[in-house]
C-alpha cells in the first residue's frame, strides 16, 4: 500500500531562518510522481512542484528548494529565508502509476513569526 | 483562466437535508475527483470519473453521491448529511494521468 508520511504536524520558525519540512513515501513501484502543495490560511490548495521518481536532481526555485533522495524515500522540501507569507499547510503527495488518487500526507503547518 | 470552480464556498446545514456541492471545470479535462480535508488526515479521496457517465468510488465514499453527465461538471450530492461529514471539500482535475491536480477553492461545510 502507498504511503506518504509528514511526521512534522506544526513548526514554528521566526522570519528569515530556514526550515526543512520532511516527507517520506512508502512503495514498492518504481515509476511514481511526487507532489508538494500549499494551503496558505486562505485555504485553497496552491501546487508547487512535481517530481517523477526516474530524476533525483534537486530542484530550486527562489526561496524554495526540493530533496528527493531515492534511497531514504523522501522527498524534503526547505524554505530559505522563510517570510511570514510562507505561513500555511504544506501537503506531500505520492502519486503511483495507474492509480486514480492522489495519495496525501497529513500535513505541515508552517508557522513564521515575525 | 483555466480554472476549477465549485459553490458555495460555505454551506451551513442541518442533519438529513439534502445538499448539493458543485463543481465546474473549463479545462476540458477528462479526470475529476472530490477530496475531502480533516484535521490530522490529510485529503482523503471520496469519488472520482474518468471520463463522462463513469464514476468510482475512492477511499471513502460512504454517504456521497456524485454524476458526470457532462465534461466539465462533477456534483457532489449529500443526500442525508450527518454531523460526521462536516469538513472542506475539495474538487479537482487534471489532464494526463501524472499531470497536477487542479483544485477548487474548497467548500467549507457544516452539519449541525
Known amino acids: 500500500a502507498q504511503k506518504v508520511t509528514q511526521a512534522q504536524t506544526e513548526i514554528s520558525v521566526v522570519e528569515k531562518e530556514d526550515v526543512t519540512l520532511d516527507c517520506v513515501y512508502e512503495?514498492?513501484?518504481?515509476?511514481?510522481?511526487l507532489f508538494w502543495y500549499k494551503q496558505p490560511p486562505s485555504g485553497e490548495l496552491v501546487f508547487l512542484i512535481r517530481?517523477?521518481?526516474?530524476?533525483?536532481q534537486n530542484e530550486i526555485s527562489g526561496r524554495y528548494s526540493w530533496n528527493f533522495q531515492k534511497s531514504t524515500s523522501s522527498f524534503n522540501f526547505t524554505i530559505t529565508a522563510s517570510q511570514v507569507v510562507d505561513s500555511a499547510v504544506y501537503f506531500c503527495a505520492f502519486y503511483p502509476p495507474g492509480a486514480n488518487n492522489l495519495f496525501f500526507g497529513t500535513g505541515t503547518r508552517l508557522t513564521v513569526i515575525p | 483562466e483555466a480554472q476549477v470552480t465549485q459553490n458555495p464556498r460555505y454551506l451551513i446545514t442541518v442533519t438529513g437535508k439534502k445538499l448539493t456541492v458543485t463543481c465546474s471545470q473549463n479545462?476540458?479535462?477528462?479526470?475529476m475527483s472530490w477530496y475531502r480535508q480533516d484535521p490530522g488526515l490529510g485529503l482523503r479521496q471520496i469519488y472520482y470519473s474518468m471520463n463522462v457517465e463513469v464514476t468510482d468510488k475512492g477511499d471513502v465514499p460512504e454517504g456521497y453521491k456524485v454524476s458526470r453527465k457532462e465534461k466539465r461538471n462533477f456534483p457532489l450530492i449529500l443526500e442525508s448529511p450527518s454531523p460526521n461529514q462536516t469538513s472542506l471539500y475539495f474538487c479537482?482535475?487534471?489532464?494526463?494521468?501524472?499531470?497536477?491536480?487542479?483544485f477548487g477553492s474548497g467548500t467549507q461545510l457544516s452539519v449541525l
Open positions: 517530481r517523477n521518481s526516474f530524476d533525483e
Open positions: 512503495t514498492r513501484d518504481t515509476t511514481y510522481y
Open positions: 479537482a482535475s487534471r489532464g494526463r494521468s501524472n499531470e497536477k491536480l487542479f
Open positions: 479545462m476540458n479535462h477528462e479526470y
